[in-house]
């Protein structure tokens, strides 16, 4: 029997950081009628989901939370992710986001209806929803992606992925797999390795791994501000402006990237004294190429007598273990996937057709790409949080805020024009598309050495912002009218 559809002014897609950030703005500004739909049992997104040992923020968490709940005591300045999903609960009451929440509800597919000017949405449990606005806050990296190794369902042990940690599975004594040495991988190795017989630490490349004391907010005149509750603004605001000299040094010290690998490599003959260790730990690309790796104890961690560091390319997974391109086998008990997500699949698995059937990822068969990251030509009322090219270098809850404010703003003008639907303007979606691109091509980044996350197969650059954090809030303070096609009603 098919269920009855119901009607809903604004439906919003995840309840993670940016969903939370997109329920308030649109409560602030009086709007109560609205809707999350969440696939999860908890609010949280990746904090939710990424429970592993020693799993933290990697930007401090004085910058790494809401400009307007600022009164959380955090225990330290890399917030734990206890204290982080603990912190997103206590936002969800006091905003009162929780009322608007709907748990257990992923969204599968929606499609535009162009004659009535609403969207249709179908959910896992056969569920139809229509709303005339639609707003995406499904996060980056919320898909985990492992390798298909020849094999991989033989083996008899537990294997996982580091976003779905197996809390039951005791690791103490046992040998241990670990594939890939990412952001996540440099967290919860070194509290693996401490309690294991021997870890096996697969990687593919090397990763440029720095101490927390380099990264912005970790000085000790930022901790003597934030005792402070009044001077908490300034102490965000000494961080902030932190990130953006990075973004400055990027563009006009571009040497300051030499000095950057020679200090990395001074740490690390300092570190690692066995020659055939530190050439596998030294990195063949520029710093700034990857994603910036922050720990104090990673070095420390491969040096230790029951870790060995392994680049030879995995075969195969065997019933027992791992088997190596040269033929070598390692038993192991249990293997751990620290190999990421798929950032750049923006949107999947969920379908999103717009204007003239068309579907998104048709659309986006060269890269995902979108105005300021938000809106889509071709998929009228239709917004997103943390959509392309807005992956920047710095809290990533600022660009949020930045983008459910301009979402907001957007639901404000259609209903001060009473149009039915806007469509940004193609014109203006290629400019700032090419703008952005052109920015990017002379970055690091978009090196073909460079093989990252950020890049799609094509090798462009879908994920990340090229600018000042700043630009982007400028980019989006408010809605500017005739970036858009306002459609139907009174308009
Ligand atoms: C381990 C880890 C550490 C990180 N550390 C930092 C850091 O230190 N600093 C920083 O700036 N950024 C960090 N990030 C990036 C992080 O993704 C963002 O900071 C932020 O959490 C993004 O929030 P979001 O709400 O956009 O996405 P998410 O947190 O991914 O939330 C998306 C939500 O949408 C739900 N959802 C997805 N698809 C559907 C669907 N079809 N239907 C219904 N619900 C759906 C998901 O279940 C999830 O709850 C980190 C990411 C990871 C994975």
Redesign the pocket.
């Known amino acids: 029997m098919t269920q009855a559809t119901e009607r809903i002014p604004i439906v919003v ?9 997109m329920a308030t703005a649109l409560r602030r500004m009086g709007e109560r009628d609205f809707v999350m ?4 049992a ?9 429970s ?1 040992p020693g ?5 401090v968490s004085r910058i ?1 939370s809401y400009s307007h709940d600022q009164d959380y005591e955090w225990s330290t300045i ?1 917030a734990p ?1 206890p204290e982080i999903l603990d912190y997103i609960h206590r936002v969800v009451e006091k905003q009162g986001v929780r009322a608007h929440i709907r748990f257990n ?4 597919s929606a499609r535009f209806d162009e004659d009535r000017a609403v969207w249709r949405i179908e ?2 449990s056969g569920g139809q929803i229509e709303t005339p606005v639609l707003i ?8 985990a992606k492992i390798p298909d190794f020849p094999g991989r369902d033989s083996f008899k042990g537990p294997q996982f992925h ?2 779905g940690w197996r809390h039951d599975v005791d690791l103490t004594g046992k040998t241990v797999a670990v594939i890939g040495n990412g ?2 991988a440099v ?1 919860f190795v070194p509290k693996v390795a401490a309690k294991v017989k021997q870890l096996y630490l697969f990687q593919r490349t090397p990763q440029y791994v720095l101490p927390r004391t380099i990264f912005p907010g970790t000085r000790p005149l930022d901790a003597k501000l934030q005792r402070h509750r009044w001077l908490r603004g300034v102490a965000r605001l000494k961080i902030f402006l932190a990130f953006e000299k990075f973004v400055w040094r990027r563009k006009w010290r571009p040497n300051a990237r030499l000095k950057g690998e020679a200090g990395f490599r001074a740490m690390l003959a300092a570190k690692i004294p066995d020659p055939a260790l530190r050439a596998k730990l030294t990195p063949n690309f520029p710093i700034g190429c990857k994603r910036q790796l922050v720990s104090n104890e990673w070095f420390d961690t491969l040096i230790r007598p029951n870790v060995e560091v392994i680049d030879t390319p995995i075969a195969a997974v065997t019933e027992t273990g791992l088997r190596t391109k040269d033929g070598a086998e390692r038993r192991v008990d249990a293997i751990i996937y620290g190999t990421g ?1 798929t950032p750049t699949e923006y ?1 999947q ?2 379908t999103v057709t717009g204007l003239g059937g068309r579907d998104i990822n048709a659309a986006w068969r060269e890269g995902a790409e979108a105005y300021l990251g938000i809106t889509v030509t071709g998929f009228p009322n239709f917004f997103m ?2 959509g392309p090219n807005t ?2 270098i ?7 805020e930045c983008q459910s404010r301009y979402i907001a703003d957007c639901v404000r003008a259609l209903r001060d024009r009473g149009a039915a639907y806007m469509n940004v303007r193609p014109e203006r979606q290629a400019s700032f598309v090419a703008m952005l691109q052109r920015r990017i091509a002379p970055t690091v980044q978009a090196m073909s050495i460079c093989l990252t996350y950020y890049k799609n197969e094509f090798g462009r650059v879908t994920t990340n912002w090229p600018g000042y954090a700043f630009e982007y809030r400028w980019r989006t303070r408010g809605v500017r009218t005739r970036d858009y096609e306002f459609v139907g009603r009174n308009s």
């Open positions: 897609i995840g309840a993670g950081f940016g969903g939370i950030a739909l969440e696939r999860a908890d609010v949280g997104g990746v904090w939710r989901d990424n592993y799993a933290a923020c990697d930007v790494y890399f992710q509800t992923e969204v599968i959910t896992g995406s806050a499904v996060g980056l990296f919320n898909r580091s976003s952001a996540s967290q997500f949107l698995p969920m949080l943390y992956n920047a710095t809290s990533i809850i600022y660009m949020l």
